[in-house]
């Protein structure tokens, strides 16, 4: 993996901690607003985390094969970002 791995390591254990606290929160029987804000926050580090490594591998793995790769090997790296692009647009 070509992102920076500390910070994805820190981001994750984050999300991991905010769902750990959410599994709390519905065993507590807390309020339906305050579970669902707090599933938002986790999205949100999830989307940034994802982020990341989509744009480390933009910049290092597809830009290496559009650099250096064969036509098969190029293809394949753009339609791995199409399949990403298609799953991200669901």
């Known amino acids: ?3 920076d791995t500390d910070k994805t390591l820190r981001l994750l254990r ?3 901690g905010q769902i ?3 599994i709390r ?3 507590a029987d ?3 607003i305050d579970i669902s804000t707090q599933l ?3 999205q949100s580090i999830l989307a940034r985390i994802n982020a990341d490594v989509l744009k480390a ?3 290092h793995c ?3 094969a559009l650099a250096s790769g064969t036509p098969e090997e190029k293809a394949e790296k753009l339609a791995e970002v199409e399949r990403v692009i298609d799953k991200l647009a669901k």
Do not use: P
């Open 1 to 3: 993996m070509q992102a």
């Open 14 to 16: 984050t999300a991991r």
């Open 20 to 22: 750990d606290g959410i």
């Open 25 to 27: 929160m519905v065993e």
């Open 30 to 32: 807390r309020y339906c």
């Open 40 to 42: 938002m926050a986790t």
């Open 57 to 59: 591998h933009l910049e």
């Open 62 to 64: 597809v830009a290496g």
